[in-house]
Nanobody
Framework: QLQASGGGLVQAGGSLRLSCAAS????????IAWFRQVPGKEREGVGCISRSNSVIFYEDPVKGRFTISRDDAKNTAYLQMNNLKSEDTAIYYCATPLASDYGCWRDTPLKYQWYNYWGQGTQVTVSS
């Protein structure tokens, strides 16, 4: 089970940190991915972090502004979002695949079909 939290309303240029708390599986064996979705649009990849932090990948729209990390001792992954823009407004989801060593590869854009388990989403609204 995954539970995303930390969303809210922030002004453009501001920061938010999202958390993804995991339970019911061996967290440190699995990659965690972040996606976002605007109503009426397809779910869009944000980035991912593999087991043991060996790969951390960011999609181009967030590169240099967002940072993904994980704390395996707390079974939690994080998405630090800085210099937020109005186009970052979306519901943000964390997800994990069915298999370990899967779902986060260097220089490989994310596909939502890779992930079997999803958190409930947390709303991020950036006002301009």
């Amino acid at each position: 089970q995954l539970q995303a939290s930390g969303g809210g309303l922030v002004q453009a240029g501001g920061s938010l940190r999202l958390s993804c708390a995991a339970s019911g599986f061996t967290f440190d064996d699995y990659a965690i991915a972040w996606f976002r979705q605007v109503p009426g649009k397809e779910r869009e990849g944000v980035g991912c972090i593999s087991r043991s932090n060996s790969v951390i990948f960011y999609e181009d729209p967030v590169k240099g502004r967002f940072t993904i990390s994980r704390d395996d001792a707390k079974n939690t992954a994080y998405l630090q979002m800085n210099n937020l823009k109005s186009e970052d407004t979306a519901i943000y989801y964390c997800a994990t695949p069915l298999a370990s060593d899967y779902g986060c590869w260097r220089d490989t854009p994310l596909k939502y079909q890779w992930y079997n388990y999803w958190g409930q989403g947390t709303q991020v609204t950036v006002s301009s």
